[in-house]
């Protein structure tokens, strides 16, 4: 198990920070891909759907009460 500061939040591969982040989604982009890492590792993986969000400011989170792991299951 790790604490949840230590997982850093990724949007479409690209490192955007830890903890909460704000995220501008670029103009004509219908999902994005949010994934979590710990030490390089997915912890997480999900596809947001941003179809209705134009050139707009989002806030992503890591997902609270995850147990996360860089173990294999």
């Known amino acids: 198990m790790c604490k ?3 997982i850093e ?3 479409n ?3 955007i920070g830890r903890d909460l982040v ?3 989604v670029p ?3 219908e999902y994005i891909e949010v994934s979590c890492r710990q030490d390089g590792m997915e ?3 999900r596809r947001v759907n941003v179809s209705g969000c134009k050139n707009c400011l989002i806030e992503l989170q890591i997902p ?3 147990k996360y792991s860089s ?3």
């Open 43 to 45: 912890v997480y993986h």
């Open 71 to 73: 173990k294999p299951f």
């Open 64 to 66: 609270k009460n995850y």
């Open 13 to 15: 591969d690209e490192y």
């Open 27 to 29: 103009k004509g982009s």
């Open 9 to 11: 939040i990724f949007v």
């Open 4 to 6: 949840e500061r230590q």
């Open 22 to 24: 704000q995220y501008r």
